[in-house]
């Protein structure tokens, strides 16, 4: 089939409460972070208004004319749903998925999910009444629109983005308050920073300082960047611990983990 033309999703727009825009839906372990090994339902969100250098997802930063759903764990024969999705057909689709295996939490991933907050605002509820425990991943760069979600979240994995790594603008006051929310709510909170070769000292130690400031039980990830073509370089064994010990003169918990699910070759 061929696609229309596709399009970012900008950080003022607006999207519908009953349908939203979805790259895949799919069941996998998740790969990152505190979780990583559990297995989820990940509803994946297209739309970014990031253009970090070290995405591994760049086909979900531009809004997609077509959602692709495996029902098969590890892969299998994609199905393929019209965008936007609407929501009774996205609870449809998730339900019949955790029928097929006892999962851990439904992960709301992305790019960016909380550009699509109205929609969230909307279907949450819905998970939560079903008795689906609900884990963000979000880049930690809209506030606003986390706490108009944050009540319906049991986990939230927010990025701390380096700019040594992302090679964009740090956003250090929007990570602040995305912190602060998650821990008004009591949200079970891990904050990610991807490293690379370039990232000094002083930068993980500012996200050290930030997560102790804001959430003094949170924990930090330090997530050496995974290789992608034209992106930045990972640090060395020796760097990566270097930046360990320097982000523990902030913080009390701060752990080095990679993406697992690039090493088992799952989405």
Known sequence: MSASKDHTLPTGSTISTSAAYLDEVFVSVQGEGLMAGVLQVFVRFSGCNLDCAYCDSRRSRRLVHLCTVYREKGGGAPEFW??????????????????????????????????????????????????????????????????RVAEWLDFCAMDIKLPSATGEAPRWDAHRRSLEVCAHWGIRTCAKAVVSAQTSAEEIRLAARLVAECMVDGTLIIQPVTPVPQGPLPPSPAQLLELQVEALRMHKDVRIIPQIHRMLELA
């Open 82 to 147: 019209a965008n936007p999705l609407a929501a009774d057909d996205l609870t449809l689709i998730v339900q019949e998925l955790i029928e097929t295996a006892p999962v851990h939490s439904v992960s709301i991933t992305g790019g960016e999910p909380l550009l699509q907050d109205r929609f969230l605002v909307a279907w949450l509820p819905e998970l939560r009444g079903r008795q689906l425990r609900v884990y963000l991943e979000t880049g930690g760069h809209l506030p606003e629109r986390l706490a």
